[in-house]
């Protein structure tokens, strides 16, 4: 098969339209450092609570539970927001691909890099929508005075996951 006749300028301008899809994935790259950052942060706190849960000496086991339940839905979370950004991670370059593609071989690929694009962009946003209500959660189970520490276990939780 002979490829469609091609020139110099016509591969330029693909390379400019590429530009931005680039940027756009170090952009990806960066959210998904601080993601998977926040994952380990988590993981490594329920480690450390599981731990106090199976200490014989514990008291507090009730608010020790209700904190794994919070990082669990935390972690959760991280982990819906991580795998869609990776689903925007992968289409991106799928854009680029397509549009060297298209102008290599002649074929209209209009359609599916509009797809793909739109694709990529809806699964970065529901991340970050996820990312939202994970730090919605951890500041929500926060207890920054002694008549939030006077609560129950169960009204704790429950105030959670109604912020959440």
């Known amino acids: ?26 952009g990806v790259g960066a959210t998904l450092n601080v993601l998977v950052g926040r994952l380990v942060r988590i993981v490594e706190r329920a480690r450390i609570t599981e731990a106090q849960i199976n200490n014989p000496e ?48 002649g074929v209209n690929l209009e359609v599916p890099i509009a797809v793909a694009f739109i694709s990529a962009m809806l699964s970065l946003a529901s991340g970050l929508v996820y990312f939202l209500r994970e730090v919605f ?12 520490t006077e609560q129950t276990a169960a009204q704790r939780l429950s105030r959670v996951l109604k912020n959440s």
Not at 141 to 146: E, N, Y
């Open 1 to 26: 098969m002979a490829l469609p006749d091609t020139n110099i300028g016509t591969i330029a301008q693909v390379i400019q339209l590429s530009v931005a899809p680039v940027f756009l994935l170090a």
């Open 58 to 105: 514990n008291q507090n086991s009730a608010e020790l539970l209700e904190r794994l339940e919070v990082l669990a839905i935390r972690a959760r979370l991280i982990s819906r927001a991580i795998a869609l950004s990776v689903l925007c991670a992968v289409l991106v370059p799928l854009v680029v691909v397509s549009l060297f593609i298209s102008v290599l071989f």
């Open 137 to 148: 959660v951890a500041t929500s189970a926060l207890t920054f005075s002694l008549a939030q």
